[in-house]
């Protein structure tokens, strides 16, 4: 993959930030955008812009045409058996939330359980703590081991016959390793839960085959795979998406509508109540266009060898602890230096035009685990280069420098 052209595809990359070339090392938290996905956005707004599903004008039938084209991009995208089993949603919060708010709270009663592991995003563990209070669920941790991830052996101990749902991240946003979501829906399933997973960080960089996994949900977000912001998905086997009642009610999810009661909607538009995510939904849909055109098993590839050039190359600096396993991540490194704080470490990096991530990542639990407040992270992405990584790397011991003591 030439990612120097690539790389000017994304017309934000061309900039200098305090005299440097803009490294954006940020991708996990959000991915930039392509000139594709712009112009479409572009083109929509000037020239396809009405409200779908209700207009017999010709704006309003090319709006509906490119919606639900999009739909159907994601559903093939992600290997769907049906389109209606796409259901757009504000992000992958917003996915999970309406499985925990939905299904959850119909299926669990008090003494059920509900699985998920303390490595999970707060987005994959307080929709869970909600349901669980609400229900009497018991919501049960997969224990870690020391580098953050958890075995099979862990997971399959930890669910039992009173689970009912397990709730699992493909990808981990701070570890960058892929759990094995297959191995552990054949064990939810064995023992009648469901399983949800939360692919927000595996969507952008391999391929998703939900049948092949055999996921009951599975959740992403547009923005973190060169789409807008704004858009998500949650998949959901046909068969449990018809037994869940809507959560948002409105104009456009309606069958029928009396003083007293109504009727919905059949899938998917019964949980997609008022003006949907028009603009999103079109834009993610070259999102997927784009990413198709460069081959997902190219991507993979470039995020792996990058990322294991990187940390190698920061094997080599002292005091510099990182987190997680050494080998097979995706696309992130997850770090601290020495005592220099993670926000101080970002800002003084940003003076040399690299953004990266500072904080706790919404991962609160696992940074206890790593006995950290917070760390830092840098993630890499399809438009990054060597060059990225090396001016990372410069402007990293510039900020041990900076700070003479890391000890």
């Not at 949603?89 to 699985?115: F, M, P, Q």
């Amino acid at each position: 993959m030439d990612n120097s052209n690539i790389r000017k595809l994304f017309p934000i990359l061309g900039q200098t930030i305090n005299g440097y070339p803009l490294a954006y090392l940020d991708s996990a938290a959000s991915a930039q955008k392509p000139i594709q996905v712009i112009e479409t956005l572009k083109y929509y707004y000037e020239q396809d812009n009405a409200n779908v599903h209700r207009g017999v004008h010709t704006l309003g039938s090319r709006a509906t045409e490119a919606y639900e084209g999009a739909r159907a991009k994601v559903a093939r995208f992600i290997h769907a058996e049906w389109g209606e089993e796409i259901i757009f949603t504000r992000g992958t919060t917003s996915s999970i939330n309406l499985v925990a708010s939905s299904y959850a709270r119909a299926v669990c009663k008090e003494g059920d359980e509900i699985v998920v592991s303390a490595m999970e995003h707060h987005s994959n563990l307080l929709p869970w703590q909600q349901a669980a209070k609400a229900t009497g669920a018991v919501l049960k941790y997969i224990p870690l081991q020391t580098d953050g991830t958890f075995s099979i052996e862990e997971a399959e101990n930890m669910i039992t016959n009173r689970t009912k749902i397990v709730s699992i991240s493909h990808i981990s946003n701070v570890l960058g390793v892929a759990n094995p979501v297959k191995q552990i829906a054949a064990i939810a399933h064995n023992r009648g839960a469901v399983i949800m997973v939360d692919g927000a960080q595996s969507i952008p960089h391999i391929k998703v085959d939900v049948q092949e996994l055999d996921c009951d949900f599975y959740a992403f977000s547009g923005h973190k795979m060169c789409g807008p912001t704004g858009i998500g998905v949650l998949y959901g086997k046909k068969a449990y998406l018809e037994q869940m009642e809507p959560i948002e009610f409105g104009g456009e999810m309606i069958a029928d509508v009396g003083l007293y009661d109504a009727s919905w909607k059949e899938l998917p538009w019964k949980f997609e109540g008022g003006t949907p995510i028009i603009a999103g939904a079109i834009g993610l849909g070259a999102a997927i266009d784009f990413l198709e055109q460069i081959g997902l098993d190219v991507i993979e590839a470039h995020d792996k060898q990058l990322t294991s050039y990187a940390v190698e190359q920061m094997k080599q600096i002292e005091h510099l602890t990182m987190y997680g396993p050494e080998e097979g991540r995706f696309g992130l490194v997850t770090f601290n230096l020495g005592k220099i704080h993670p926000h101080d470490l970002a800002t003084v990096l940003d003076t040399y035009g690299v953004a990266i991530r500072a904080g706790h990542h919404c991962c609160q639990p696992l940074m206890r685990h790593f006995g950290a407040s917070a760390t830092v992270r840098a993630s890499f992405y399809l438009y990054n280069t060597e060059a990225d990584v090396e001016q990372f790397l410069f402007a990293l011991n510039k900020t041990k420098e900076y700070f003479k003591e890391v000890e």
